[in-house]
């Protein structure tokens, strides 16, 4: 029987988000017939980790699907488990620096997809949807709207073998023999990232901001586009029937509570393991695009909301921070795709497949970048928050005091990105190795 993994990460209280996360791996089982792990990582504190098992204790028994939560002890356990098994030896990738890298003390969006991929890699799973904690679903006559519905459609098919039942096509010739490597849709509602409010208070302010994320030489045309496109999904659109276009997707198209990949893209490249830096775990979007791998964008999109911690203070900061230092990484990043979209097939084997190494390859060079580009960006930022007055005062404050780190943590984590990419592959197959028992669930 087929089996997958349907995730949700979390940090933070989202006891309504497990209810529903667990009611779409019913659907999933019940109309799909497959096997559905549900797999929920939780890094949350105490108080809310324990809401959150109770959560899980409540969700309702459903043939076919099986529950996983795993704290992050748990978490920690397993991957040491699977590094153990990995053999690796070097130097520069002890056992302690890649759990460093998959269980970091900060928050990363790529390292806690990462440790799905391999948990899922330890179940059998043949792909990975990932949901987040701020995010509920769409709904349709009184009936939620499912991503996992297009998701288990198209997922893993041979895109020729499913071209007609998609609403359009655009494949690139000669990739009809290739399997749909991704599936995802967008969000809407609420920006996925906060900058709305500097939108309103100085939309010269925010261009400049959000253009510091795109590549250098794009034609102004493009940039005010891709600008005003920019962190705003499909706008605030309701669902009203399936449409589904089969084509590599666009990472501006889709939206990381909304996404799924097939084992054959994860399992070979990891996501950055960046901590405190949004946007990074959009690299595979990058890739599997550039590669010309089929893919099914949806429109069963997910309603986006904004906790409540991201509206205090410290959240409002941190959440900033984490911004800027996307804006950073971008310096790196746009070069790497740059040269994956020059690539193209070259990306792939001669089955169809990600050659890691070349990847690796790209990553390893951007790390000598010269930093005054870095610098450049770094210093337009805090130079726009200052502009921005009020509470903005408070980042451009923070990012002076830190400036020295973060141009540092900038080019180190595209050198952590490297380091992992090294021993990626055999740190999926030691999971495969560790399998179902080394991962426990909570319905059985």
Not at 85 to 107: Q, W
Not at 304 to 329: C, S
Not at 340 to 345: E, F, I, Y
Request: glycine fraction near 8%; include cysteine.
């Amino acid at each position: 029987m087929r089996r997958v993994c349907l995730t949700l990460p979390t940090h933070r209280a989202c006891t309504a988000t497990i209810e529903a996360i667990g009611e779409e791996a019913t659907y999933g089982a019940q109309e799909f017939g497959v096997e559905v792990h549900l797999l929920i990582l939780d890094s949350s504190p105490a108080p809310v980790l324990a809401e959150h098992r109770k959560a899980v204790a409540a969700l309702p028994a459903s043939p076919g699907v099986t529950v996983h939560h795993l704290d992050e002890d748990e978490q920690g356990t397993f991957l040491r488990e699977v590094i153990a098994r990995s053999g690796v030896t070097s130097p520069s990738a002890s056992a302690d620096r890649l759990l460093e890298l998959m269980l970091p003390s900060r928050v990363s969006y790529g390292a806690c997809t990462n440790r799905a991929f391999l948990i899922a890699q330890a179940l059998g799973c043949t792909s990975v949807h990932r949901r987040d904690s701020d995010s509920r679903y769409q709904h349709l006559d009184g009936e939620p709207v499912f991503p996992l519905h297009q998701e288990l459609t198209y997922l893993g098919q041979r895109a020729d073998d499913v071209r007609k039942s998609a609403t359009r096509s655009k494949l690139p010739p000669g990739s009809g023999d290739r399997r749909v490597a991704v599936a995802g849709g967008s969000f809407v509602g609420e920006m996925s990232v906060d900058v709305a409010e500097i939108r309103d208070l100085d939309p010269d302010t925010y261009g400049e901001l959000v253009g510091l994320s795109l590549p250098e030489g794009s034609p102004e045309i493009w940039r005010d586009h891709l600008i005003d496109a920019s962190f705003r999904g499909a706008g605030n659109g309701t669902f009203d029937g399936d449409h589904a276009m089969l084509a590599p997707i666009s990472p501006m198209r889709v939206d990381m509570c909304n996404v799924a990949l097939d084992h054959e893209v994860y399992r070979r490249v990891p996501l950055p393991p960046a901590t405190d830096t949004i946007g990074t775990d959009y690299f595979l979007f990058h890739l599997t695009h550039d590669a010309r791998l089929p893919g099914l964008q949806h429109n069963r999109h997910i309603v986006n909301f904004h906790t409540e911690e991201r509206r205090t203070d410290a959240g409002f900061l941190a959440y900033q921070v984490r911004f800027v230092k996307f804006l950073l990484a971008k310096t790196y990043l746009n070069t790497v795709y740059a040269r994956t979209a020059a690539a193209g097939d070259a990306l792939l084997d001669a089955e169809g497949c990600v050659r890691a190494s070349v990847v690796a390859g790209f990553v390893r060079d951007s790390v000598a970048l010269d930093r005054t580009e870095v610098a450049r960006r770094l210093d337009l930022a805090q130079a726009a928050y200052r502009r921005l007055g009020g509470r903005y005062t408070t980042v451009a404050d923070t990012l002076a005091d830190r400036r020295s780190r973060l141009l540092d943590e900038a080019r180190d984590d595209m050198a952590d990105f490297a380091l992992l990419m090294d021993h990626w592959e055999a740190l999926a197959g030691a999971s495969a190795e560790a399998g179902l028992g080394q991962v426990r669930a909570v319905n059985r």
